[in-house]
């Protein structure tokens, strides 16, 4: 800021010493006559120019005499308050808006010229992506889903709203910037609410000027290749200058009071002030029937399984008790590489009577990994539902022999025994290379070498994995007696490998990971076949772009993994 103070003339004494050294430079003239014999280079002081000097002086931070801050030949620099204001509109503007502060600081200049709205409204458009005009906010043919998150009253049955908020008229872009999209930009992106086993996806993004929270809800079971579907939870928005609103969107009543607060980095809770608005004038039977033909798409009597009956009951119960108040934890997706398999990202899969959840699948060098961001008592959000060993891949029989669970039951539990043993002896290994290097004197620490093993494993994976990338298609059915939700799963697929999948008991008791197989079908699609549950789950990729989402770091994506993990253990 000092160094735009000197550009542009203004000292402490918020003066002008850019005329006063004019001044004293023509002053000295005047009293005496230049040397029209000497050498420019001795002029600059040993072959230094002045202009040389005071950019130095500029860059160092140093105050610039008289004699240069007026230039050679009694012209002074161009100052930044000379320029004309359309075009320090345009410098400002493409400034982030976080600089914008500072530099109303410096000058009362700069602070007038900041007040333009043209500025702050390209900040919000390229920082935010708000392209709303401030002053047209007519709306004619708006989506259902815009209509449900953004009027005011959700009874009104026009198909034409004239200006959302009134006083919209009266606002500007800066407030916008700096009273909703800069002060809550630390809950853009997705998170994963704490509801228990069950988990979510909430995904918060700036949808024109509002800031909109939405849950995003797996299909109806066991449709996995449907699109997802979404419900708005809460909403922000300015209903005056400078007061942002906050209001909880659940319930069939409409927009009412809420109240948002960051707890800390990467996560932050909502509370609704009026849960009168969620319930409904037919009681908790109203409210089910209601829930179950959202969740499920059907109504209880549809439903002929009674286990299932009963889990859904119980879900129901248990959700109902966090529609007041819930607390939210950033989720990133995963880091994607070359020597992927296939793009990381969120799935839908089938989970037998749970119906259908959502799983991050992920690539750690020679393993794989899909870690459920919803859940069921059995198997908690935050659980790591599958693991895949990339470096041993499976070999399927031919297609008749396929159809007999016996042969691939076979297949399966000898790589599981070759993978133990390689286990094992990886684990004697590192043995006897810590007895080695406590018996000598290391010039490194023992951790160095175990590191170094490991990383060159995990380049093998890699290495093994680019290879079997693209194979040709082969033939798939599943073995007789395997239950499957869906019957329209993929009849050929790429390649299979070993792998792992966790069960365990209602409440998550005795859990366990045994054999299975996981199924690659094509770039969007993938299935596992639990051996002993005798059970195949079909999963199919999440095509949303979701915004904010991607994570800093490899060791941000890990410590996430871990995190959620935690939790749910």
Known sequence: MAVCARLCGVGPARGCRRRSAAREQRRGAADSEPDTDTDPEEAGGGGVTEDEEAAERIEGGRPLPPSVEAGPAGRAPLSLLELPPELLVQIFGSLPGTDLPNLARVCTTFRRILRTDTIWRRRCREEY??????????????????????????????????????????????????????????????????????????????????????????????????????????????????????????????????????????????????????????????????????????????????????????????????????????????????????????????????????????????????????????????????????????????????????????????????????????????????????????????????????GEETAAGAEGTTQDKAPASQPFVLPMGVISRNEDYPRTCRICFYGTGLIAGHGFTSPERTPGVFILFDDDRFGFIWLELKSFSLYSRIKVSFQNAQAPSREAFDEMLKNIQSLAT
């Open 129 to 454: 992506g708000v392209c709303e005009n401030l002053r047209k906010l007519e709306i004619t043919g708006v989506s259902c889903r815009d209509v449900y998150a953004k009027r005011i009253n959700p009874r009104v049955k026009s198909g034409r709203f004239m200006k959302i908020l009134p006083d919209y008229e009266h606002m500007e872009y800066r407030d916008v910037y700096t009273c909703l999209l800069h002060r809550y930009r630390h809950i853009l992106g997705l998170w994963q609410p704490d509801i228990g086993p069950y988990g979510g996806l909430l995904n918060v993004v700036v949808d024109g000027l509002f800031i909109i929270g939405w849950m995003y809800l797996p299909p109806h079971d066991p449709h996995v290749d449907d699109p997802m579907r979404f419900k708005p939870l809460f909403r922000i928005h300015l209903m005056e200058r400078k007061c942002a609103t906050v209001e909880c969107m659940y319930g069939h009543k409409g927009p009412h009071n809420g109240h948002i607060q960051i707890v800390k980095k990467d996560e932050f809770s909502t509370k609704c002030n009026q849960t009168d608005h969620h319930r409904m004038s037919g009681g908790r039977q109203e409210e089910f029937r209601t829930w179950l033909r959202e969740e499920w798409g059907r109504t209880l009597e549809d439903i002929f399984h009674e286990h299932m009956q009963e889990l859904i009951l119980m879900k129901f119960i248990y959700t109902s008790q966090y529609d007041n108040c819930l607390t939210y934890r950033r989720i990133y997706l995963p880091p994607s590489s070359p020597e992927d398999l296939i793009q990381p990202g969120l799935f839908k899969g089938t989970y037998g009577s749970h119906g259908l959840e959502i799983v991050m699948l992920s690539f750690h060098g020679r393993k794989a990994k899909g870690t459920k961001i919803t859940g069921d008592p059995n198997i908690p959000a935050g659980q790591q539902t599958v693991e895949i060993d990339l470096a041993h891949p499976l070999q399927l029989p031919d297609i008749e022999n396929l159809h007999d669970f016996s042969e691939l039951s076979r297949i399966v539990l000898e790589a599981q025994e070759q993978v133990r043993r390689e286990e094992q002896e990886r684990e004697q290994r590192q043995e006897e290379e810590e007895h080695s290097q406590q018996a000598a004197s290391p010039p490194a620490s023992p951790l160095g070498g175990g590191e170094g093993a490991e």
